[in-house]
């Protein structure tokens, strides 16, 4: 997901071909969810959708920073800033 104001977009980090099923990750803009197992099948999938991104590892936070919405951003500056992510 991609957030642009009051807007969201699906946004494929790669080409998808004809019939290929497309996930998303359910950790982006959420802190304080229920965590429960994963089992999409994705090279990526870590096994458990965690419902906090905070609770995601750096590496993939640093990565999907881009990604974050921008309320979600400003309500959580600070956490974002204390990670090198601000």
Do not use: K
């Not at 004809?18 to 990750?25: A, F, L, V, Y």
């Not at 802190?31 to 458990?48: F, L, Q, V």
């Amino acid at each position: 997901m991609l957030y642009e104001g009051d807007h969201s977009f699906l946004v494929a980090r790669r080409d998808i071909a004809m019939g290929e099923e497309i996930t998303c990750d359910y950790n982006i803009n959420i802190t304080g969810g229920t965590a429960w197992p994963c089992n999409c099948g994705a090279g990526r999938c870590r096994g458990t959708t965690v419902g906090d991104f905070f609770r995601l590892p750096l590496d993939i936070q640093r990565e999907y920073r881009p990604l974050l919405a921008e309320w979600f951003v400003r309500a959580y500056r600070d956490r974002l800033r204390a990670l090198g992510l601000g």
